[in-house]
């Protein structure tokens, strides 16, 4: 195809923050562990030796019980795990053994804004005939979309990130307000908190780009179009009417004083959001495990925390986003296409590693056998101090959000609107002048990179 030869560059680029585009993962434990496409140097003990074995990447925490799940239900194939590290760390061995043209192993857990990239460089089996037909019910389309590439399916969807409003009620509480329905009232209720002396309202991170495309899309705007079918062609919109609202919105608030500027995830900021030095938390649903497993919730800040509902541009007129999710792709360098198509729509698919999933570890399933069960919707989640937040706020979500279209130049957006974000931080542009920088920088790359931009 006109840009396989000019993604590998793109592909390279680091991760922006470990959950730029992701729900937290692993620890990144083996990660020289990597066997490649070699089924001889597996993490997990395959208990039927018989059976074809077909190899996978993956990263999840849980995944070594997943697997053992998978082989002993299984009477076809069998899986062999490695551990080849978390995000960046596995992408960067994926894309060597795509130049290399061997090593991949069959199957590899994607985040599904990296799948656009791999599919261009064919390193990516389109599944459509392969097995989706038999679980496409199992997923919303919104879930079917993000791994989408066109019309081609290239991904058997997990987990997912849909978004809420995290807010602390001891704050809300000692400056008498409620939880924000529209932007409106979000900046008029930061503006509240502020005049009575309390903290800043939330973060405007430049490190987390994914979350700011969210909220573009919030917004009514579509930043990207773009099919293989198409050959060469994407359409690139970053400056529209709507991206320039949102930037805009963004750039003031931060200009009055009401949100923050400090990048998310550091040591730092975990620090603030345990001290009450932030009213409220724009995250997505894996965000309560994660923030657990960094102390918040555990200490003087436990029983403060409940989710609400986004804020919304018109409350009449919802738009439910999401952050982050992955999935489990087939590579070009399959042995058995077929047999690795099994497992990537089967492994993380049976009751036990779906409860499993959400119960003991921080993803949200996306399979709607979990979010239609009673279990899943009545749980009273513990960080949000018994809040039934599946059900008021997390599965609607899910299930009205429509996806997103990704683009192989994916990663090259993400470190332009990092650096714009960070323009609009230090007050060095506006947000509308944020947007047409970026809109310049985008389209400049991708012409250099052989597209044809619409």
């Not at 490649?36 to 190899?55: F, M, Q, R, S, W």
Request: aromatic fraction near 12%.
């Amino acid at each position: 195809m006109k840009t396989k030869h000019v993604l590998t560059a793109v592909t390279t680029l680091a991760m922006l923050g470990a959950l730029a585009a992701c729900s937290p993962g692993g620890d990144g434990g083996n990660a020289d562990g990597g066997g490649g496409d070699a089924a001889t140097n597996c993490t997990n003990t395959i208990p039927k030796e018989d059976l074809p074995v077909v190899t996978m990447w993956a990263w999840y925490p849980n995944m070594e019980l997943v697997v053992d799940n998978f082989n002993e239900q299984n009477d076809e194939v069998q899986v062999c795990w490695t551990n080849a590290g978390a995000g960046g760390d596995a992408y960067d061995k994926f894309q060597t053994a795509i130049s290399a043209g061997s090593g991949a192993p069959d199957v590899m857990m994607v985040e599904a804004d990296r799948i656009a990239t791999f599919q261009a460089q064919e390193a990516l089996v389109e599944l459509n005939d392969l097995g989706y037909e038999d679980v496409k019910d199992n997923f919303s389309e919104g879930a079917w979309k993000d791994v989408s590439v066109g019309e081609g399916i290239y991904g058997a969807p997990v987990d997912g990130g849909p978004m809420g409003m995290i807010y602390r009620t001891d704050i809300f509480e000692q400056y008498g307000v409620t939880p924000p329905t529209t932007w409106e009232e979000f900046e008029t209720t930061a503006q509240a908190v502020k005049d009575a002396g309390g903290p800043v309202f939330a973060s405007f991170a430049a490190n987390q780009p994914a979350a700011t495309t969210a909220l573009m899309y919030q917004n009514g705007a579509q930043p990207f179009e773009y099919d293989p079918a198409n050959e060469g062609e994407i359409g690139i919109n970053l400056n529209s009417p709507e991206i320039k609202e949102v930037l805009d919105y963004w750039g003031g608030l931060v200009e009055k004083g009401l949100v923050g500027t400090e990048d998310q995830f550091t040591p730092e900021y975990i620090a603030g959001v345990i001290g009450g030095d932030y009213s409220t938390y724009l995250s997505a649903a894996w965000a309560p495990g994660y923030l657990q497993g960094a102390g918040v919730g555990e200490g003087a800040d436990a029983g403060v925390w409940a989710v609400a509902p986004m804020p919304q541009w018109d409350a009449n007129s919802p738009i439910a986003i999401n952050w982050g999710g992955s999935a489990f792709s087939v590579s070009s360098q399959a042995s058995d296409p077929e047999l690795a198509a099994k497992v990537a729509f089967g492994v993380y698919a049976d009751q036990a590693s779906l409860d499993d999933g959400w119960q003991n570890q921080i993803i949200f399933p996306l399979n709607v056998d979990v979010l239609e069960s009673p279990e899943f919707l009545d749980y009273e989640v513990p960080f949000f101090d018994g809040q039934q937040a599946n059900k008021e706020v997390y599965v609607p979500a899910a299930n009205a959000y429509e996806g997103m279209t990704y683009t192989p130049i994916g990663q090259f957006y993400y470190s332009q609107l990092t650096e714009q974000i960070a323009r609009i931080n230090e007050g060095s542009a506006t947000g509308s002048e944020a947007a047409d920088a970026l809109q310049e920088a985008v389209v400049a790359y991708a012409e250099e990179q052989g597209f044809t931009v619409k």
